[in-house]
């Protein structure tokens, strides 16, 4: 009988949730705001609570359940071992506003992550478009392809810090996504290496453009006589000759597409000249006088390996602006200009044969990115 009058007072003595929040001198509209966020319909923030919860202490519960963040709750070890798969976790107050500032942050790391990726992507052909997802610490790349497939490729984990994220490669035998050692040596890296890593696997290696070798050049001379020829215009011996000589000249600049020790494009820039090509050499300018993809990869981006190899080296040398003539009628050659920032000068030349041809211009140093969208 005793013992069940002590358990009578003990239960007596439970202040129910309201009395125990207003015990913190919270005003009346606050307690009930807290409780709502708690009891009410809406279970976003009860959700969060109550996964969040399983972690904490009882007495760390009660209270943050109770007062919706007003409390901090108890803080896990520092000594948190350093899982691959966990990524950093803020620490502090919960509740709706630290919840939205979260977002914010998210955000914003996303949006970063989002913008340097992009930058890099473009080295691979196959893709047209990177999607970026956020989660919870972890990032989610994957590729849309050229030919409509979407490849998932790896997943990222957010340290804390930009230049340092967790790498995990999809894998299609199993469907997820398997930590892995980059080729540092490191679990993580960089995203840049973690997306080279990661297209590397799934797509091979990426296309390089560079300057050219002495055994390059008769595979850039091939190239452009299969691009002519591609395009109805098959070049005569004589012509084969003088393109072998112009490539050979010592102001040429000329440079490959290559994946490996195959070469898939060829261009050739050389200082521009007052009066067309006739005049003065104008230090400001590169004239590109040439550029040809083999026919077998048309479509793929390759030209814009090459106007941005183009670029690069235009830019140590101090030119200011490019400027390329194409035909008026391949609007194959202006799409891909238009694509790399090229705009029409206009103006319009006659070339020998009758042909008009357009001029076009951009600025030597010009961002570089395919879409990439963020979700």
Same mark, same amino acid.
């Given at each position: 009988?005793?013992?069940?009058?002590?358990?009578?007072?003990?239960?007596?003595?439970?202040?129910?949730?309201?009395?125990?929040?207003?015990?913190?001198?919270?005003?009346?509209?606050?307690?009930?705001?807290?409780?709502?966020?708690?009891?009410?319909?809406?279970?976003?923030?009860?959700?969060?609570?109550?996964?969040?919860?399983?972690?904490?202490?009882?007495?760390?519960?009660?209270?943050?359940?109770?007062l919706a963040g007003a409390i901090a709750p108890t803080p896990r070890?520092?000594?948190?071992?350093?899982?691959?798969?966990?990524?950093?976790?803020?620490?502090?107050?919960?509740?709706?506003?630290?919840?939205?500032?979260? +977002?914010?942050?998210?955000?914003?790391? @996303?949006?970063?992550?989002?913008? #340097?990726? =992009?930058?890099? $992507?473009?080295?691979? /052909? %196959?893709?047209?478009?990177?999607?970026?997802?956020?989660?919870?610490?972890f990032a989610y790349l994957d590729a849309l392809l050229d030919n409509?497939?979407?490849?998932?490729?790896?997943?990222?984990?957010?340290?804390?810090?930009?230049?340092?994220?967790?790498?995990?490669?999809?894998?299609?035998?199993?469907?997820?996504?398997?930590?892995?050692?980059?080729?540092?040596?490191?679990?993580?890296?960089?995203?840049?290496?973690?997306?080279?890593?990661?297209?590397?696997?799934?797509?091979?290696?990426?296309?390089?453009?560079?300057? +050219?070798?002495?055994?390059?050049?008769? @595979?850039?001379?091939?190239?452009? #006589?299969? =691009?002519?020829? $591609?395009?109805?215009? /098959? %070049?005569?011996?004589?012509?084969?000759?003088?393109?072998?000589?112009?490539?050979?000249?010592?102001?040429?600049?000329?440079?490959?597409?290559?994946?490996?020790?195959?070469?898939?494009?060829?261009?050739?820039?050389?200082?521009?000249?007052?009066?067309?090509?006739?005049?003065?050499?104008?230090?400001?300018?590169?004239?590109?006088?040439?550029?040809?993809?083999?026919?077998?990869?048309?479509?793929?981006?390759?030209?814009?390996?090459?106007?941005?190899?183009?670029?690069?080296?235009?830019?140590?040398?101090?030119?200011?602006?490019?400027?390329?003539?194409?035909?008026?009628?391949?609007?194959?050659?202006?799409?891909?200009?238009?694509?790399?920032?090229?705009? %029409?000068?206009?103006?319009?030349?006659?070339?020998?044969?009758?042909?008009?041809?357009?001029?076009?211009?951009?600025?030597?140093?010009?961002?570089?990115?395919?879409?990439?969208?963020?979700?």
């Open positions: 009988m005793a013992k069940r009058l002590r358990q009578a007072r003990m239960v007596s003595t439970c202040r129910p949730i309201r009395r125990a929040i207003a015990a913190f001198d919270i005003p009346s509209a606050q307690a009930n705001t807290a409780v709502a966020r708690w009891t009410g319909p809406v279970g976003a923030v009860r959700d969060a609570a109550s996964s969040s919860s399983r972690a904490r202490s009882p007495v760390s519960k009660t209270i943050t359940n109770g070890s520092a000594h948190r071992s350093a899982d691959l798969d966990s990524p950093v976790r803020g620490r502090g107050p919960s509740g709706p506003g630290m919840m939205e500032a979260m +977002a914010t942050q998210n955000t914003v790391k @996303a949006q970063a992550l989002r913008q #340097r990726l =992009a930058e890099r $992507a473009w080295r691979w /052909p %196959p893709i047209t478009e990177l999607t970026v997802r956020y989660r919870a610490g409509g497939d979407e490849l998932p490729l790896c997943r990222l984990r957010d340290t804390g810090d930009p230049d340092r994220w967790g790498f995990a490669l999809y894998t299609d035998n199993t469907g997820r996504y398997e930590n892995t050692i980059l080729p540092t040596g490191h679990p993580a890296g960089t995203p840049e290496e973690a997306l080279d890593w990661s297209c590397g696997l799934h797509l091979g290696a990426p296309v390089t453009a560079r300057l +050219a070798r002495g055994e390059d050049l008769v @595979a850039a001379v091939d190239i452009w #006589r299969q =691009a002519n020829t $591609a395009r109805g215009r /098959p %070049p005569t011996e004589q012509r084969i000759d003088r393109v072998r000589d112009k490539l050979a000249e010592p102001d040429a600049l000329v440079l490959v597409a290559s994946v490996g020790d195959e070469v898939l494009g060829m261009a050739l820039a050389e200082p521009g000249r007052d009066h067309d090509g006739h005049g003065a050499r104008l230090e400001e300018l590169c004239h590109i006088s040439m550029l040809f993809v083999h026919p077998d990869h048309w479509g793929r981006r390759v030209g814009l390996f090459l106007l941005e190899g183009i670029s690069g080296h235009a830019n140590k040398q101090r030119y200011a602006h490019l400027q390329v003539w194409t035909g008026e009628s391949n609007d194959r050659a202006q799409h891909l200009y238009r694509r790399a920032g090229f705009t %029409p000068s206009g103006r319009t030349l006659l070339l020998d044969s009758g042909e008009p041809v357009l001029h076009f211009v951009r600025p030597a140093s010009y961002p570089r990115k395919i879409n990439a969208v963020l979700h």
